[in-house]
């Protein structure tokens, strides 16, 4: 194959500077404590598989047929990596994030129904009454420099917070955010004995004094979801009545408090963090391309007239839509992903050894110079027709058997905030102050979104 289209010569918003020299253990370590993404070679954006050994023998794929077969074909065969789960079992234990196997399919089985069509559409009010918020905050911001990141980070925190624990009883949401914010900063980064494949049971010297108040707030909502079980479910019911009044539709198992407390955990790690992530970066698109960004206004203001949105107007948001799906192509929360070879196996014509490391870097799948044209620019268009895109060639939420459960919750709530700030205001750049991609477990704007606030 050869490329679809040569480098555009316009300008291209802020992406990672990919490195072009072999990097040894040391150099490999020292990137992935900066940046994950600079553990990728800027060739991988260029060809279908990369293999090395860096410590252990690895494989980078960057193939959509490789993918489906890792992702959904022989999903067993691959499961997270050890690095992922000693990075997140202390914070989310074996939640349906994690697990495997059993364990993970009947999680699966029982959580399912909670992020039903119905019910994310249910939980659309609450969506809309964080935009309302947001806007409020936001009016107090007009004619000066705001940092956007801060503001979604605050807005999509409020609504899983709203549609996890909706009373808040027992449950300091302040003490839940800073110690999720502290466990990522602390605990999240990759470790030297990571890179060397040391086993699981050796202590990792960064994660051995970290993570009090991860620990705190486990036993916070251990409490909160004790209160509720006596207490008896809300009207309308959140994500914890929904989910203890779950069961797996085989055996009939319901959720332990323990379980139910990881499970909401990852909720609400996961629930706030990436779609805070998808709206900053989608704002700072739109203040980068003042064209797309006023077409999309008019779209939203010619729906809302004024109001905020809500679950019902999604299908008259189109391009509000196609904006959030670009976001997600250029700067995926979940940019790097890694899993462990469990059998014997072929990728693109390589040898796969049990053991052996494959790397699937989203990031480098979603700006491949083969797949898509204008790889590094910003073109909504792209997303007009969504079938046209072929499935394994475009991965936000993973795909298979474990992709996001939450993925039509996250699109949801964005496309609603999303809509209802270009509706209200007008965001331009602040020169010097453009936001550095950097990823340590979710691909965030180093520096925060800096953005001047406009009233339209």
């Given at each position: 194959m050869?490329?679809?289209?040569p480098p555009p010569s316009h300008p291209l918003p802020v992406r990672v500077a990919l490195h072009t020299e072999p990097m040894g253990i040391w150099q490999s370590f020292r990137a992935a404590q900066r940046n994950v993404l600079e553990l990728i070679p800027e060739v991988a954006t260029r060809v279908p598989i990369l293999s090395g050994r860096t410590g252990k023998r690895w494989h980078m794929l960057m193939d959509?047929?490789?993918?489906?077969?890792?992702?959904?074909?022989?999903?067993?065969?691959?499961?997270?990596?050890?690095?992922?789960?000693?990075i997140l079992e202390p914070a989310i234990g074996d939640s349906l994030f994690v697990a495997e196997g059993a364990e993970w399919m009947w999680q699966r089985r029982t959580a399912a129904p909670v992020f039903s069509h119905r019910n994310v559409s249910a939980l659309g009010p609450v969506m809309t009454a964080a935009a309302e918020r947001s806007v409020a905050r936001l009016e107090g911001s007009v004619g000066r420099a705001a940092d956007l990141f801060e503001e979604m980070v605050t807005a999509?925190?409020?609504?899983?917070?709203?549609?996890?624990?909706?009373d808040g009883s027992g449950f300091d949401r302040g003490a839940v955010h800073k110690a999720i914010e502290q466990y990522i900063g602390e605990t999240a980064k990759v470790?030297?004995?990571?890179?060397?494949?040391?086993?699981p049971w050796v202590p990792r010297p960064n994660r051995l004094f970290t993570g009090s108040a991860m620990r705190d707030t486990k036993r916070l909502a251990d409490r909160a979801i004790e209160a509720r079980k006596a207490e008896g479910a809300k009207l309308p019911?959140?994500?914890?009545?929904?989910?203890?009044?779950?069961?797996?539709?085989?055996?009939?198992?319901?959720?332990?408090t323990a379980e139910l407390r990881d499970n909401l955990l990852t909720f609400i790690v996961a629930g706030h963090e990436t779609t805070?992530?998808?709206?900053?970066?989608a704002l700072y698109l739109c203040a980068f391309d003042p064209a797309v960004q006023e077409a999309a206004r008019s779209e939203a203001q010619g729906v809302l007239g004024g109001r905020m949105a809500t679950a019902a107007d999604l299908p008259g948001l189109p391009l509000?839509?196609?904006?959030?799906?670009?976001?997600?192509?250029?700067?995926?929360p979940a940019a790097f992903l890694s899993r462990t070879a469990m059998a014997e196996d072929r990728l693109c014509g390589r040898d796969i050894r049990k053991g052996d490391t494959v790397i699937l870097p989203i990031y480098a799948l979603h700006r491949h110079r083969l797949l898509w044209e204008d790889a590094d620019a910003f073109r909504p268009e792209r997303f007009a027709d969504p079938k046209a895109v072929p499935r394994f060639q475009y991965l936000p939420f993973?795909?298979?058997?474990?992709?996001?459960i939450g993925a039509s919750f996250a699109l949801q709530e964005a496309v609603i905030v999303l809509a209802s700030l270009l509706g209200r205001f007008r965001f331009s750049p602040v020169p010097g102050k453009n936001p550095k991609p950097v990823m340590i477990l979710t691909l965030r704007p180093e520096g925060g979104v800096w953005l001047k606030v406009e009233r339209v």
């Open positions: 050869t490329e679809l289209h959509p047929e490789g993918l489906r077969q890792v992702l959904r074909d022989k999903v067993a065969d691959y499961p997270k990596s050890v690095v992922t789960k000693l999509t925190f409020e609504v899983i917070a709203d549609v996890t624990f909706s470790s030297l004995l990571d890179i060397l494949g040391v086993p019911p959140d994500l914890l009545d929904l989910l203890m009044a779950g069961s797996d539709p085989e055996t009939g198992r319901k959720m332990t805070a992530l998808t709206l900053s970066w509000v839509r196609r904006i959030v799906d670009e976001t997600l192509r250029l700067y995926p993973g795909d298979g058997p474990r992709v996001c």
